[in-house]
């Protein structure tokens, strides 16, 4: 009786061992809802940790311009991924994405003691940098994922404060301030390509720093009375070009009206020894001319002269009174001779 049970009491017996026995599989499902249920809320809850979502995700996507960096219990691994989306275990690996292409990061608040003793404050420097993909996994395992606290924004911090502590303010704020973009940049790159090859440091914009009042009034004013004689000498500058403009012109026009005088003086000569030798030619052919007159006056071509000229005009008159005439001689007995052959050829 003793060892056996009554019936009863075996049903009754039954349901508990069942619990005892067969409850382990509903409670491992129980703890895998709420375990995911806990990961959701927390990618919900938890926006603003990106560590912890970084930690929870399974997929994950490196944006463009950026590459996939992992750790692993605290460890940096060698394994750099490409943009796109990408697996890594939960939990176990942390991933962070790094940029690598332009940059700008932006220093505000820089105040410095100039050489003189005045505090001036710089608001913004901003620094245009990249950091080379092949150089990502060295600088990240050496200074970490902040890289650019340490390069970019102390740096600058101590480069600014180093700068003023040896110029005027004078210096700092007028006369080097072109140069001071141009100096940050080198020296930045300076330290850089030494202690951290992978930085490239592109430009450096330093913006106006703030001084005290009193002395920006005083500032003011002597930019005022520069600006008045600069304003005075760039006007007697206008007027001394003015002036030489004028001159130039007056010597042009006066250089113009001389070659002109020229040109009109040689034209005129030119006109002169032309009627000079068109004279001279004239009077060459008149010399030929009287030279081959004066060889014509022979005795026997004054002869002919005459001889054709008192056979065209000369009268013979017959009667009492006969007008007086000169005749010469031979040319006379000539004439009649050949009048009195012609007679006889008649009869």
Same mark, same amino acid.
């Given at each position: ?10 049903? =009754? =017996? ?15 499902? %129980? ?9 959701? =809320? ?77 505090? %001036? @404050? +710089? ?5 245009? @940098? ?11 395992? @050496? ?33 080097? +301030?072109?140069? %001071? ?5 080198? &020296? ?30 005083? +500032?003011?004013?002597?930019? !005022? ?16 070009? !003015? ?6 012109? =007056? ?5 113009? @009206? &001389? ?20 004279? !001279? ?19 026997? +071509? ?46």
């Amino acid at each position: 009786m003793d060892a056996r049970a009554p019936p009863h009491q075996q049903t =009754a =017996a039954t349901p508990q061992l069942r619990q005892q026995h067969g409850g382990g599989g509903d409670f491992t499902a %129980i703890f895998t809802v709420l375990l995911a249920f806990v990961v959701i =809320a927390a990618m919900v809850l938890v926006p603003s940790s990106s560590t912890l979502k970084n930690s929870l995700y399974i997929v994950h996507q490196v944006p463009e311009g950026h590459v996939g960096v992992y750790w692993r219990g605290g460890a940096l691994l060698n394994t750099i991924t490409d943009p796109g989306f990408h697996m890594k275990m939960p939990l176990i690996t942390h991933f962070e994405p790094i940029q690598v292409t332009l940059q700008t990061d932006l220093v505000r608040d820089i105040p410095c003691g100039t050489k003189g003793g005045v505090m %001036i @404050n +710089f608001e913004k420097i901003e620094v245009v @940098n990249r950091l080379h993909k092949d150089f990502v996994h060295q600088t990240l395992l @050496n200074y970490g994922v902040q890289y650019d606290n340490t390069w970019i924004y102390d740096k600058i911090h101590h480069e600014i404060n180093q700068f003023c502590s040896v110029h005027s303010l004078q210096q700092v704020y007028i006369d080097m +301030f072109d140069q %001071i973009d141009e100096k940050m940049k080198d &020296a930045l790159q300076a330290d850089c390509t030494r202690y951290a090859p992978g930085i490239e440091i592109l430009s450096v914009r330093v913006t106006k720093p703030k001084i005290p009042e009193s002395i920006r009034r005083n +500032f003011e004013q002597m930019e !005022e009375e520069r600006t008045k004689v600069l304003i005075a000498v760039e006007r007697q500058r206008v007027a001394e070009k !003015e002036a030489e403009t004028q001159k130039k012109i =007056a010597i042009s026009e006066a250089e113009k @009206n &001389a070659h002109v005088s020229k040109i009109q003086m040689e034209q005129k000569l030119t006109e002169k020894d032309s009627s000079r030798k068109q004279e !001279e030619i004239a009077n060459a052919i008149t010399m030929k001319e009287a030279e081959a007159n004066k060889m014509k006056l022979t005795p026997q +071509f004054l002869e002919l002269r005459f001889i054709e000229a008192i056979a065209n005009n000369s009268k013979i008159f017959f009667g009492n009174k006969v007008p007086n005439m000169v005749f010469d001689q031979r040319l006379l007995g000539s004439f009649l001779q050949d009048v009195a052959q012609t007679g006889n050829l008649e009869t």
